[in-house]
C-alpha cells in the first residue's frame, strides 16, 4: 500500500492521461499515478484509455473522468499537416497538465499536442528499451514524472474487487460447488498476449493434474478470447473437474481473483491484475525480464526460468514434464 503524503494542495489540479497501452501496460503505470496523488492530494486525473481498464479504478478518489481512447480523435496528431489544423478534443480543456504514454512512436504526437493545448504537456515512455537497463517499468515511469517535476509517492496500487462483482462471484462459487474455505479455487491462466511468454503446456499439464489429483484442490482455469490454442489443454482440464471461466470482464475477474486461495499464470495482465488484487500469485517468466516486467506485490513469487520458446505449445495429454524444484516449493508455501 502507498503511504500518504501530507498534502500540499488546496485547489484540485486536473491532469489528463492519456494511456492506450495493454491492460499489463496500464497497471504499471497505475502505481506511479497513485503515488502522484499520494504525493499531492489535490490532483485529478481524467483517464483517455480503455473502458475496461477504467473501470478497474473509477471507484479511486484520483479517477475524475474518462474518454475511451478508440476513436479517431488523436489520429491527426500522427500525420505530418492534418494536425495543425484538427479540432482539438474538447476533454482537453481547462487541464493543467497532460501526461501522454507510450513509446517513441507516440514522442512526436505529444510535442504536437502541446503546441495546440495551454497545457502543459508531458511525454512519458510506457516503458524501458534494452539499451536504457534492467529498471522496473513503474520505477522507470516514476523517474520520468519526478524529472519533470512531480513529487510521486513510492508503492504499489492495489485494485479492489467491486462489492457488486464480489457478491455475484461468491454466488456463482456456492452454486457452482465451491463452497466454503474449502471450496475457495486455485486459480490458473496458462495464456498470456504473447505466446511466447507462455510456460510450456507439458508443464502446465503436470501443474493441472498434481493440483487435481495430488491435492485435490478445487481448480478455475481463466481462458480469453485470444486463447483458443489452448483449446486442447482446457479440454483435458475439464475431465479433471477443473472449471472454466471464459473471456470474463476485467471487474468481474477482479472479483474471482479476489476470492481465490491462489493464482498461478504467465507474464500477462491477467497477472498484473492478480498481484494487483492481492491474491497470493505464482508467476513465471521465462524469455521476457522480471527485473523491467515482474507484477509487483507482497504475495508475489516470480520463478524465472527458460524454454524453447519453438516448442512451448506442444502438447498432449500423456506429455506431463515434471515441475522444477522452485515450483514445488512455493505450491507448498502458499497451499501450506
Not at 99 to 107: N, T, Y
Request: contains cysteine; hydrophobic residues 45%.
Amino acid at each position: 500500500m502507498i503511504t500518504a503524503l501530507p498534502e500540499e494542495e488546496s485547489c484540485p489540479r486536473r491532469i489528463v492521461v492519456i494511456h492506450q497501452g495493454a491492460l499489463g501496460d496500464f497497471l504499471i503505470a497505475l502505481s506511479p499515478l497513485e503515488g502522484l496523488y499520494h504525493a499531492s492530494p489535490g490532483i485529478r486525473f481524467d483517464f483517455w484509455t480503455r473502458r475496461e481498464h477504467f473501470s478497474l479504478i473509477e471507484s479511486k478518489p484520483y479517477a475524475n473522468a474518462f474518454h475511451p481512447s478508440d476513436g479517431p480523435e488523436l489520429a491527426p496528431f500522427f500525420h505530418p499537416d492534418m494536425w495543425r489544423r484538427a479540432a482539438l478534443p474538447p476533454f482537453f480543456e481547462k487541464a493543467s497538465e497532460i501526461l501522454h504514454f507510450g513509446q517513441e512512436s507516440s514522442r512526436v504526437p505529444a510535442k504536437r499536442l502541446s503546441t495546440r493545448t495551454k497545457s502543459t504537456v508531458h511525454w512519458i515512455q510506457s516503458f524501458p528499451q534494452a539499451a536504457q537497463g534492467a529498471v522496473h517499468a513503474s520505477l522507470f515511469i516514476a523517474g520520468q514524472l519526478r524529472e519533470s517535476g512531480y513529487a510521486v509517492a513510492d508503492g504499489v496500487a492495489p485494485i479492489d474487487a467491486a462489492p457488486a462483482d464480489r457478491k455475484a462471484v461468491r454466488e456463482w462459487l456456492a452454486a457452482n460447488g465451491f463452497a466454503g474455505e474449502a471450496g475457495r479455487p486455485v486459480l490458473v491462466h496458462p495464456g498470456s498476449g504473447g505466446r511466447r511468454k507462455i510456460w510450456p503446456l507439458t508443464k502446465w499439464w503436470g501443474l493441472i493434474r498434481r493440483l487435481r489429483i495430488e491435492k485435490r484442490l478445487p481448480v478455475l482455469m481463466i481462458l480469453g478470447p485470444a486463447d483458443d490454442h489452448l483449446d486442447g489443454l482446457a479440454g483435458a482440464s475439464r475431465e479433471l473437474g477443473v472449471r472454466l471461466i471464459v473471456d470474463q470482464g476485467l471487474c468481474r475477474l477482479s472479483a474471482f481473483l479476489a476470492e481465490g486461495r491462489l493464482y498461478v499464470g504467465n507474464d500477462s495482465g491477467v497477472s498484473h491484475l492478480a498481484a494487483a488484487v492481492g491474491v497470493p500469485s505464482v508467476i513465471f517468466f521465462g524469455p521476457t525480464d522480471p527485473r523491467v516486467w515482474a507484477p509487483r506485490g507482497t504475495n508475489v513469487r516470480i520463478v524465472a526460468t527458460g524454454w524453447d520458446t519453438s516448442t512451448n505449445l506442444t502438447w498432449t495429454p500423456v506429455s506431463t514434464e515434471p515441475l522444477e524444484d522452485e515450483v514445488n516449493s512455493v505450491l507448498s508455501e502458499f497451499l501450506a
